[in-house]
């Protein structure tokens, strides 16, 4: 993308601003059609959706679908411990990878490469499934609210995106604050955090997401505590019942015929995927202010 | 390395490393635990978390003694039959652990370099958009295929490469390109681009929001100074929104090397069929096959422990490289 | 995500067709009165772990279980897997924490070694009655190995003198097919390829579209019920999983090994070559399948009627008579008529899957255990199992059971919740019981399934084209079981798999080489097809898959052996 030499910056900013237009009007349908695919489907009568063809509008409209997952118990009660899980899981990642950020944008703070060497390495190292529930076990975390929360506090990741982004904050502003003889959490807390907002929003939609989508930890660690299954885990549920097909013994052909005719798990798996999603799309215009518009940092630079 | 934009201050600050040089002369005439006490507030704030880390993140890695030995879940610790490096010389001596290092390793690095690059153009271009509501309207579209799943996504592309019927084909014929439709999905050869453009097409709006958000970071004042210097808009995006968000993207492609070895199995197993096995099989499905399926707690562990290796030492290499040369790194 | 786990282990398992399928469980947690004695009926909790997924289980609040309840004072307190997930064993066998009863299906093997099973032979010899009649003479079959004969698991998955009434499988055309060439007979692969060839020729379209003469389900493990396993069926072996037996040795091998088989491909080939069969066969997804059968233009498929039933529900929902008749009709087709469909020989009771009581109870806790699990075995629970609470879900009119149509009606059209508040068909799968078809002392049947009900469910092309034929179901059509002798290992698929890693990676082995051969062999020119399944052929020689097929012969004889069924 060599810089244009002979363009008029006006006629060629108009140009550039056309062909942007259409270039992003090609990635909306192009990335609008699957779930608006899935969204039909989830509309369509199951019987009339196996005959394939759905595309972006319902053939046999119907809410069936819908219907057919509401009926089950736990989704309510699971809809709460998944809203909680959220909240809670979103404010203690924010709180700690905030922290640890700054602490390792300091280029003054002693433990500085050791923290981070530390931190990093955690993302790319496991040590497997079977200690790790051992380790929950010896904790006292299993069947309890806070196996959804507490292992996933501390991630590198996240620590990592945000203090890149306050590395590009000017360093003369805590300067200057010292000087005033605020202490380092202070200069965290009341100058730095404010201006990371854009990033913290990036950070609090992938822990919320994280948070919201995960039903396997629900299923390993509090399978048999119906009090703290998630929203995620009861629609598994939900879907698994309409694809026995694959998983039982084939004993019975009369039974198998039986259980698939009722609903296509097709439909019910667009359904799903429709409800688990509404909820964000309905939270995501408010952290969606802080990271589409610029902003200035002029303001707060004085 | 900085690059300073016509007219106006560069995002990084370049304040930053002067800074850190004389901050590091001014400690090293006090004492170590003087500092400490000075930093007691940085201590407070990071060493819960480390502490954390260390329980959750590194207490489980005794489960790494597991590729040691011949493992079995109901035996104590003590008990265990202990066998050295058996499992790994069989990993190492097995054909189909080659063959699915190769397809993870091709799929992950065109996944990178692709699914890199894709993102910055769309979140750049994204940025330049004038209309407030259409530039929200597309983000939040662009994003949504995220949520839509693997198996949803696979039919979909499936369907839009069918022979019979689906829409690239008849595109590609009634354009009079080919004669006959196309097989796609039966080509092993065309398999690791077919995955590679469609986890493109799930993602890209995902993956944007990072940049953006970076790109919000980048002071205004920055292109108000360049408009008055006369700089058209490619100007402003090559000199200004760019190296704004430079570290983001440093620091991103940093641990995305990291994760080569990581790309999990769920969209090579669901756009792959029986024909592309060869294509198709990547490390991590391996190692549910041929080890947690079985049971082979041991050979599944002595898989996870060579990926983590090769991780860390991929990540480490990188991460040396990008602080000489860019004075940007993760550690 | 939501889809993750689904979609993945459930093929893997089938794939292996042994059940590598696990379960798993926590911490028991209540165990209400843990001294109380064992005799009494007082108020107890059993924990209760299934490897299947069960979403309509609401914790015995329906009417059957509340009747279990109040007759053994049992409450179960179950949890159930989601797709066939295979962790949560290993976990439960890694931090010693089982639950009270469990239905680990194919991890039976993994809880064994880790000492977690109780040997219910004395428990059943002493206080279940029900259980002893139940098994009676197969009592043999529930034992664990040769080299440990306790019963750990009594088998609940399959009912006891269970038929079947129809058939299900073999080789489906389309009615509408018959009815245009005359009801021809169909018996032999010729038959069937000149029945496609011959409409084929007539029809090259169908609404407008393109005829798909064959088309193949092949997505994932799906293969093998549409492209493998027929087969062996076409060449007359009865269902084995992978394997053929030698009815005389005991010694198993690969069934693709059998030159005969290999005719069956060359054919699958010849019809591709000639432009028969479905070019995506291979290449479509499991709904892209279903989407062509439900579009009336697919002639002829090969597969089971559970996998496309979906497919043949809008077909038969169609308002248009043609279309209706684009359903399929089942045939016994073989290779040439020296050969016999072997679907339906008597393999005996086959064992398999069911539920155990694990060491987390004490001595008193597994008599009552067992006493509880008898209880469902009795007529009185398998009754209450399978039609419900006498006077709400069934009536007894001159010592007939008889379910009244408006239930019969809710159980038909809103199945999902008619079980979950009645619970009928909620039990079953954890209490040994009869089968279809097995009658009790009143001359009734312990299921609802029987003949009549199978045949009045037929839609009305269907009986027509039945009638031509001079038969009352599908199954008339097919070779009795008389005809086909007994099996003295059962069926091998049902077998616990032999847990040896030196099996396991062999047969794991051999199914990603069967897999990318046979489809590659299928699709090559015809004068190709020798050398890649020769190939083939070769790599499933290799001295590690034939060491498997060593270690399974062992485990088929160890098994004559144990059951006392050899020469």
């Known amino acids: 993308m060599a810089a244009p030499k002979a363009f008029n910056a006006t006629r060629g900013d108009k140009v550039f601003d056309v062909v942007n237009i259409v270039i992003m009007s090609l990635v909306l349908i192009v990335t609008l059609y699957p779930f608006l695919n899935v969204l039909a489907i989830s509309l369509n009568e199951s019987a009339d959706t196996v005959k394939g063809g759905i595309t972006i509008v319902p053939r046999v409209f119907t809410f069936e679908n819908y219907q057919q997952i509401f009926q089950y118990e736990g989704l309510v009660r699971g809809l709460w411990v998944s809203i909680l899980r959220t909240v809670v899981g979103t404010l203690f990642g924010l709180a700690s990878a905030s922290m640890l950020a700054y602490v390792l944008s300091r280029p003054d703070f002693q433990a500085r490469k050791f923290t981070s060497i530390f931190l990093v390495v955690t993302m790319y190292v496991s040590g497997g499934m079977i200690p790790i529930y051992i380790l929950f076990r010896d904790l006292d975390l299993l069947g309890t609210f806070w196996v959804y929360v507490l292992p996933g506090v501390v991630s590198a990741f996240n620590v990592i995106v945000i203090r890149s982004f306050m590395d590009g904050l000017p360093y003369a502003l805590q300067e200057s604050a010292k000087l005033d003889g605020a202490n380092d959490f202070t200069i965290f807390w009341r100058i730095i955090l404010p201006l990371c907002k854009p990033v913290l929003a990036t950070i609090a939609l992938f822990l919320a997401v994280g948070q919201w989508n995960s039903w396997f930890d629900s299923y390993l660690y509090n399978g048999r505590h119906p009090e703290w299954t998630t929203l995620q885990f009861e629609l598994m549920k939900v879907l698994q019942s309409t694809q026995q097909g694959g998983s039982g013994q084939m004993i019975n052909a009369n039974d198998m015929a039986q259980k698939m005719a009722q609903i296509s798990p097709e439909s019910i798996k667009m359904a799903i995927t429709i409800v688990v999603t509404v909820p964000i799309l309905i939270v995501y215009p408010f952290l969606q202010k802080y990271f589409v518009s610029g902003m200035t940092l002029g303001a707060v630079k004085s | 390395m900085e690059t300073l934009t016509p007219g106006g201050t560069s995002n990084k600050s370049p304040g930053a490393p002067a800074a850190e040089a004389d901050v590091g002369k001014r400690f090293k005439k006090q004492s170590f635990w003087r500092t400490a006490l000075q930093q007691k507030y940085l201590y407070f704030m990071s060493l819960p978390f480390i502490i954390w880390a260390f329980v959750f993140s590194y207490l489980p890695l005794w489960g790494w003694t597991m590729a040691f030995q011949d493992f079995k879940p109901a035996k104590p610790f003590l008990d265990q039959k202990w066998v050295g490096f058996k499992h790994f010389v069989e990993l190492f001596s097995d054909d189909r652990f080659y063959l699915a290092l190769r397809n993870t390793l091709a799929m992950s690095v065109m996944s990178l370099v692709v699914g890199f690059i894709v993102p910055i153009i769309f979140a750049v271009l994204l940025n330049e958009l004038r209309g407030m509501m259409f530039k929200r309207f597309v983000q939040t579209v662009s994003y949504l295929p995220h949520f839509v799943s693997w198996v949803v996504v696979a039919g979909i592309v499936t369907k839009m490469l069918s022979t019979q019927g689906g829409a690239i084909n008849d595109l590609l014929v009634g354009l009079h390109i080919i004669n006959e439709p196309i097989q796609f999905m039966a080509k092993g050869n065309w398999f690791w681009y077919i995955v590679t453009a469609s986890d493109v097409w799930k993602e890209m709006g995902w993956n944007t929001i990072i940049y953006l958000a970076a790109i919000t970071g980048i002071d205004q004042e920055q292109y108000e100074a360049a408009r008055v210097d006369g700089a058209n808009r490619y100007r402003q995006m090559w000199h200004i929104t760019l190296p704004g968000i430079r570290t983001t993207i440093s620091v991103l492609f940093i641990m995305a090397i990291g994760h080569l070895m990581q790309i999990g199995f769920e969209k090579q197993f669901l756009l792959g069929n029986n024909l592309v096995q060869e294509y198709s099989q990547v490390l991590e499905l391996y190692a549910l096959q041929y080890g947690l399926q079985m049971n082979r707690f041991s050979y599944g562990t002595a898989i996870s422990i060579f990926n983590s290796v090769v991780s860390v030492i991929l990540l480490f290499t990188v991460n040396g490289i990008f602080k000489r040369v860019s004075k940007e790194s993760i550690m | ?567």
């Not at chain 3, 995506?280 to 496309?308: H, M, P």
Request: negative net charge; charged residues 25%; contains cysteine.
């Open chain 3, 1 to 567: 995500m939501v889809s993750k786990k689904a979609k993945w282990i459930a093929p893997v398992a089938l794939a292996s067709l042994v059940g590598l399928t696990a379960c798993g469980g926590g911490a028991s947690d209540s165990k209400g009165s843990g001294g109380a004695a064992a005799d009494d009926t007082g108020p107890v909790t059993f924990s209760l772990f299934s490897a299947d997924s069960n979403p309509n289980w609401n914790g015995m609040k329906d009417d059957v279980g509340k009747v279990i309840t109040e007759k053994t004072g049992v409450t179960l307190n179950a949890e159930y897997a989601i797709g066939g997930d295979t962790q949560k064993v290993s976990l439960m066998i890694a931090s010693g924490e089982y639950p009270d009863l469990i239905m680990p299906k194919g991890d039976t093997s993994k809880l064994v070694e880790a000492g977690a099973l109780v040997d219910l032979t004395d428990l059943i010899d002493k206080y279940a009655p029900n259980i002893k009649a139940l098994y009676a003479n197969d009592m043999n079959r529930l034992k664990y190995s040769k080299d440990d004969q306790s019963i750990y698991i009594l088998p609940t998955y399959t009912g006891v003198g269970q038929t079947s009434f129809d058939a299900g499988g073999g080789f489906e055309l389309q009615l509408e097919v018959l009815k245009e060439l005359g009801y021809p007979e169909i018996r032999t692969l010729d038959d069937y390829e000149k029945a496609l060839k011959d409409y084929y020729a007539k029809n090259p379209t169908i609404n407008g579209q393109p005829t798909i003469p064959l088309s193949l389900n092949a997505d994932d493990w799906h293969i093998m019920i549409g492209v493998t396993n027929p087969a062996f069926l076409a060449t007359g072996l009865p269902d084995n999983g992978e394997f053929y037996i030698n009815p005389e040795t005991y010694e198993a091998k690969l069934h693709y090994k059998r030159p005969e088989e290999k005719e069956y491909f060359r054919w699958l080939n010849k019809m591709n070559s000639e432009g028969l069969l479905d070019k995506e066969t291979f290449t479509q997804k499991r709904d892209q399948y279903l989407a062509k059968i439900s579009s009336g233009r697919v002639l002829g498929t090969i597969n089971q009627e559970w996998d496309y039933s979906e497919a043949e529900n809008a077909l038969k929902g169609s308002s248009d008579p043609t279309m209706q008749n684009r359903i399929y009709g089942h045939f016994p087709v073989t290779l040439s008529d020296q050969y016999k469909d072997h679907s339906f020989m008597d393999v005996g009771f086959p064992g398999g899957y069911g539920i155990g009581i694990t060491t987390n109870l004490d001595e008193n806790q597994r008599i009552r255990a067992i006493k509880f699990l008898d209880w469902l075995a009795s007529d009185e629970g398998q009754v209450l199992n399978n039609w419900g609470v006498e006077g709400k879900q069934y009536n007894v009119e001159n010592g007939k059971r008889v379910i009244p149509k408006d239930i019969q009606d809710r159980k038909t059209n809103d199945n999902a919740t008619f079980t979950k508040e009645t619970g009928i068909g909620q039990y079953t799968l954890m209490s040994p019981h009869y089968g279809d078809g097995m009658k009790d002392k009143t001359d009734n049947y312990y299921t609802t399934n029987f003949p009549e009900q199978i045949q009045s469910a037929y839609t009305q092309p269907e009986k027509d084209a039945l009638k031509k034929y001079n038969a009352t179901t599908w199954k008339d059509l097919f070779p009795k079981a008389d005809e086909l002798g007994t099996s003295a290992w059962g069926a091998a698929y049902n077998l616990p798999a032999p847990n040896d890693p030196s099996y396991t990676v062999a047969f794991q082995k051999a199914q990603d080489v069967v897999r990318k051969r046979i489809p590659e062999a299928i699709l090559a020119t015809p004068d190709k097809f020798d050398a890649i399944y020769d190939g083939m052929l070769q790599e499933l020689n290799s001295a590690d898959i034939v060491e498997m097929e060593n270690i399974f012969s062992q485990q088929i004889k160890n098994t004559v052996e144990l059951w006392g069924t050899g020469k």
